[in-house]
T-cell receptor, first 113, second 116 residues
Framework: AQSVTQPDIHITVSEGASLELRCNYS??????LFWYVQSPGQGLQLLLK??????LVQGIKGFEAEFKRSQSSFNLRKPSVHWSDAAEYFC???????????FGKGTRLHILP | GAVVSQHPSRVICKSGTSVKIECRSL??????MFWYRQFPKQSLMLMAT?????????EQGVEKDKFLINHASLTLSTLTVTSAHPEDSSFYIC????????????FGPGTRLTVL
């Protein structure tokens, strides 16, 4: 069965510091991979996605993620965080060709001034 | 990007009553809509998938008679929580898709349901 693991429930970084949010998945083949951000009062916003091809994916808001097949990981990174990045981040997987998405439990990002 | 709205954003109801939540795709036609439930500090759990004009497909463990889903048009889906109980209190989120692959899901802002 497909599953997504986000090992960190909370992450705290200082503004301007680099960020890496971890995501591991379990799936028989290479799934579609996503990162979403959820801010209070707003819907989930897609940051980036990986379907195939280049394993380093660029997204919106300065985020990027790298797909590592050998580690079944799809970690999200940002070189310098801003206070506005404080939010809940969800990693998600979906079987190729299917509409369904399975979400991880999320990582809450806190930013120190 | 595409916009999905939900109404109401918050609702409080008494136990035993029914509540309807609307999900609308404002600027595109949604062939498929999804309903999720999110518990505090938890992930989104898919409840059901609905395609316009056909019956919804419910995930295992979701009571279809309790959570009635109607996808009457390409821009509107509704979730009705029937005979609501306090344990139904949750954050309900819809998403809309113009079709596979999965990247075309656009999410609504969610509805906070509190059952007293």
């Amino acid at each position: 069965a497909q599953s997504v693991t986000q090992p960190d429930i909370h992450i705290t970084v200082s503004e301007g510091a680099s960020l890496e949010l971890r995501c591991n998945y379990s799936y028989g083949a290479t799934p579609y991979l996503f990162w979403y951000v959820q801010s209070p009062g707003q819907g989930l916003q897609l940051l980036l996605k990986y379907f195939s091809g280049d394993t380093l994916v660029q997204g919106i808001k300065g985020f990027e993620a790298e797909f590592k097949r050998s580690q079944s990981s799809f970690n999200l990174r940002k070189p310098s965080v801003h206070w506005s990045d404080a939010a809940e981040y969800f990693c998600a997987v979906g079987p190729p060709g299917d509409d369904k998405i399975i979400f991880g439990k999320g990582t809450r990002l806190h930013i120190l001034p | 990007g595409a916009v999905v709205s939900q109404h109401p954003s918050r609702v409080i109801c008494k136990s035993g009553t029914s509540v309807k939540i609307e999900c609308r795709s404002l600027d595109f036609q949604a062939t498929t809509m999804f309903w999720y439930r999110q518990f505090p500090k938890q992930s989104l759990m898919l409840m059901a998938t609905s395609n316009e004009g056909s019956k919804a497909t419910y995930e295992q463990g979701v009571e279809k008679d309790k959570f009635l889903i109607n996808h009457a048009s390409l821009t509107l889906s509704t979730l009705t929580v029937t005979s609501a109980h306090p344990e139904d209190s949750s954050f309900y989120i819809c998403s809309a898709s113009a079709g596979a692959p999965a990247d075309t899901q656009y999410f609504g802002p969610g509805t906070r349901l509190t059952v007293l």
